[in-house]
């Protein structure tokens, strides 16, 4: 799917309240030619985490053994991992970010959630504290969300699915520290 099929599909689905992202989410890039489709998938993406005090964990990444590994994103500069995106899906750039991953630990919650209009809608959203970036979802059924990132400033918006962890247990045994 392109990008403009995918922002069809987005707008057509139904708002999501802030409270309903609470918990934990699996995430996967949906390729629509944006410069960091399969990027997060090569570095061990997992999805992201949602607290009951409307904070997130925007960037959870496999810590190894069934930990999951908060990045802040305050670490990534945004617009040479756009410009250099093509790295980012290389067996280099997984294992460079192996071995810096947990020297880019994130510190607690690094985005906020809350309901942003977009295009007339009302409907939850994630916006980064450090970073010019707000994710926008929209619910595709019960169990999963249509995500879409949006960089001020870029107008090619990344596009990605979450589902909903039923039992956070069988995913992983905690977060790294």
């Known amino acids: 799917m392109d990008q403009q099929a995918a922002l069809e599909r987005f707008r057509q689905l139904p708002p999501v309240q802030p409270r309903e992202l609470i918990g934990l989410w699996r995430g996967r890039g949906l390729p629509t030619g944006h410069p960091l489709d399969g990027v997060l998938e090569n570095l061990g993406w997992f999805g992201k985490r949602f607290t009951p005090d409307m904070k997130a964990d925007a960037l ?3 810590g190894g053994e069934r930990r999951l590994l908060a990045i802040d994103p305050a670490w990534v500069p945004l617009r040479m991992a756009l410009r250099f995106s093509s790295f980012g899906r290389t067996q280099a750039a997984r294992n460079l970010f192996s071995y810096i991953g947990r020297r880019l630990r994130a510190q607690g919650p690094v985005a906020t959630v809350k309901t942003v209009t977009y295009e007339g809608v009302s409907s939850a ?6 970073k010019p970036i707000t994710d926008h979802f929209r619910r595709i059924d019960e169990t999963r969300i249509l995500g ?3 960089i001020e400033g870029d107008a090619r ?3 990605f ?4 962890v039923v039992d956070p247990a069988a995913a992983t045994a905690g977060t790294a520290s």
């Open 125 to 130: 959203a994630m916006v980064y504290d450090s």
């Open 157 to 159: 918006p990344y596009f």
């Open 148 to 150: 879409m990132m949006v």
């Open 60 to 62: 959870l990444f496999d």
């Open 161 to 164: 699915e979450l589902e909903q």
